[in-house]
């Protein structure tokens, strides 16, 4: 498709082996769509169905929002309704697996997002933020495999897949625990061993899924926020490319990668994105930049303050912490925020589920310890961890979320 916003390219398309569907490179993400003054309030509908229609216009043709995303579901099934574009793109939704307590919850949620999504079937359906392979079991005990062959007979879900945020240890057993057609993973070039990371990446290729990137720019973080040393590494391979076009082109190198999920809120962003989505191919990254990407995480790392490299010897731990989540996020609160390091830390150790193994569960044990490659002391280390990243006003912020999800 030829671009008309004057940004050079024309969409590429990357193969989902499993159904031989054609998916845009640059998936649209809709958790965080525009809303009022100041980025609160209800769903700035306008904004939102201007931005949409346009990705779609370019090219995109991967929208993925999720039951939990409060307001996307409806929001999206408004818009395609009303431009008659449903059949134009690939809807990716979310069963809020936290809230299914029982079989009849199932066809409950899924029914809901049907109508707010004002369609007949999901084309991409995930099971939404699965940690552990402990987490899928216990959905198979109230019989989701039955319940996913009835919904992929009668046609109402097409693919079925999962969102992950768990160490990369549960997501090779949690991939080999079932017939996926796709996954999505969160990734990108600050840190390649974090959650599944490039191992459960090429994983999950070898097995045809096709794999979608979330979080490709750490909620904005490595657009808009990047320690200027970093930046001026990048200004120096190439000054043409914005902050956002080194984090995505990353990824775009990665044959592996199949849909890069961006969260659009403007016109820029957009048409900067379409840029860089139409800007390579895989394995076209120069020398220089493969070098530019190692000096950032080189720098990035300065500032971490624990020496994880996320290689996962020293799990399982008995009380079901993940360890280099942990410190993953830790690290991140020094180098790129106090909020991103809190998101990872929420999504990486399930803080958002009552059965949470946080790293103040830590029992001292010392089990793990003996494992690190790095002589780690972990169990001082999950010390620091706990009294970073739970302090009294993150625990009220923790038991806020677990109420809504
Ligand atoms: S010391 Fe703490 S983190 Fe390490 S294995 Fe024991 S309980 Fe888990
Ligand atoms: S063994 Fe050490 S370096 Fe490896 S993940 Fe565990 S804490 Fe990190």
Same mark, same amino acid.
């Given at each position: 498709?030829?671009?008309?916003?004057?940004?050079?390219?024309?969409?590429?398309?990357?193969? /989902?082996?499993?159904?031989?569907?054609? !998916?845009? &490179?640059? %998936?649209?993400?809709?958790?965080?769509?525009? *809303?009022?003054?100041? @980025?609160?309030?209800?769903?700035?509908?306008?904004?939102?169905?201007?931005?949409?229609?346009?990705?779609?216009?370019?090219?995109?043709?991967?929208?993925?929002?999720?039951?939990?995303?409060?307001?996307?579901?409806?929001?999206?099934?408004?818009?395609?309704?009303?431009?008659?574009?449903?059949?134009?793109?690939?809807?990716?939704?979310?069963?809020?697996?936290?809230?299914?307590?029982?079989?009849?919850?199932?066809?409950?949620?899924?029914?809901?997002?049907?109508?707010?999504?004002?369609?007949?079937?999901?084309?991409?359906?995930?099971?939404?933020?699965?940690? /552990?392979?402990?987490?899928?079991?216990? !959905?198979? &005990?109230? %019989?989701?495999?039955?319940?996913?062959?009835? *919904?992929?007979?009668? @046609?109402?879900?097409?693919?079925?897949?999962?969102?992950?945020?768990?160490?990369?240890?549960?997501?090779?057993?949690?991939?080999?625990?079932?017939?996926?057609?796709?996954?999505?993973?969160?990734?990108?070039?600050?840190?390649?061993?974090?959650?599944?990371?490039?191992?459960?990446?090429?994983?999950?290729?070898?097995?045809?899924?096709?794999?979608?990137?979330?979080?490709?720019?750490?909620?904005?973080?490595?657009?808009?926020?990047?320690?200027?040393?970093?930046?001026?590494?990048?200004?120096?391979?190439?000054?043409?490319?914005?902050?956002?076009?080194?984090?995505?082109?990353?990824?775009?190198?990665?044959?592996?990668?199949?849909?890069?999920?961006?969260?659009?809120?403007?016109?820029?962003?957009?048409?900067?994105?379409?840029?860089?989505?139409?800007?390579?191919?895989?394995?076209?990254?120069?020398?220089?930049?493969?070098?530019?990407?190692?000096?950032?995480?080189?720098?990035?790392?300065?500032?971490?303050?624990?020496?994880?490299?996320?290689?996962?010897?020293?799990?399982?731990?008995?009380?079901?912490?993940?360890?280099?989540?942990?410190?993953?996020?830790?690290?991140?609160?020094?180098?790129?925020?106090?909020?991103?390091?809190?998101?990872?830390?929420?999504?990486?150790?399930?803080?958002?589920?009552?059965?949470?193994?946080?790293?103040?569960?830590?029992?001292?044990?010392?089990?793990?310890?003996?494992?690190?490659?790095?002589?780690?002391?972990?169990?001082?280390?999950?010390?620091?961890?706990?009294?970073?990243?739970?302090?009294?006003?993150?625990?009220?912020?923790?038991?806020?979320?677990?109420?809504?999800?």
């Amino acid at each position: 498709m030829q671009c008309a916003l004057h940004c050079g390219g024309k969409m590429k398309y990357r193969i /989902d082996e499993k159904s031989g569907n054609r !998916l845009s &490179a640059l %998936g649209f993400g809709i958790m965080r769509l525009p *809303k009022g003054v100041g @980025g609160v309030g209800a769903i700035d509908m306008k904004k939102s169905e201007r931005l949409i229609m346009k990705a779609i216009g370019e090219g995109v043709n991967y929208i993925d929002c999720a039951y939990l995303y409060a307001g996307s579901e409806a929001a999206l099934g408004k818009i395609l309704s009303a431009n008659n574009a449903r059949d134009k793109v690939y809807i990716a939704t979310k069963l809020p697996i936290t809230k299914c307590k029982k079989n009849e919850d199932f066809d409950r949620f899924f029914s809901e997002q049907l109508a707010s999504l004002q369609t007949d079937h999901v084309d991409y359906y995930l099971m939404h933020n699965i940690n /552990d392979l402990i987490q899928w079991q216990g !959905l198979k &005990a109230i %019989g989701i495999e039955k319940w996913i062959e009835r *919904k992929k007979s009668a @046609g109402q879900i097409k693919q079925i897949g999962f969102s992950f945020h768990g160490t990369r240890a549960e997501f090779l057993k949690v991939i080999d625990d079932y017939d996926w057609d796709f996954c999505q993973i969160q990734y990108n070039y600050s840190d390649e061993n974090y959650q599944a990371g490039v191992t459960g990446l090429r994983r999950a290729a070898q097995k045809h899924m096709p794999v979608i990137i979330m979080e490709p720019l750490l909620g904005g973080k490595l657009a808009n926020g990047l320690p200027k040393r970093v930046e001026d590494t990048f200004k120096r391979v190439n000054p043409n490319l914005s902050p956002a076009a080194w984090g995505l082109r990353w990824l775009l190198n990665q044959p592996e990668v199949t849909v890069i999920l961006s969260g659009m809120n403007g016109d820029d962003q957009l048409t900067d994105n379409l840029r860089t989505a139409d800007s390579i191919e895989p394995r076209e990254l120069t020398s220089a930049e493969l070098t530019a990407y190692a000096e950032a995480v080189k720098i990035f790392r300065e500032s971490y303050k624990i020496p994880c490299t996320g290689c996962g010897y020293c799990l399982p731990c008995p009380q079901g912490i993940n360890i280099p989540g942990c410190f993953a996020s830790h690290n991140a609160s020094y180098a790129i925020g106090r909020v991103t390091g809190f998101v990872q830390y929420v999504t990486s150790t399930g803080a958002n589920r009552v059965t949470a193994s946080t790293a103040s569960k830590c029992a001292a044990c010392g089990k793990c310890a003996r494992h690190c490659p790095q002589n780690i002391d972990i169990p001082n280390r999950m010390k620091d961890v706990a009294r970073r990243m739970e302090p009294l006003y993150m625990k009220l912020v923790i038991k806020a979320i677990r109420k809504v999800v």
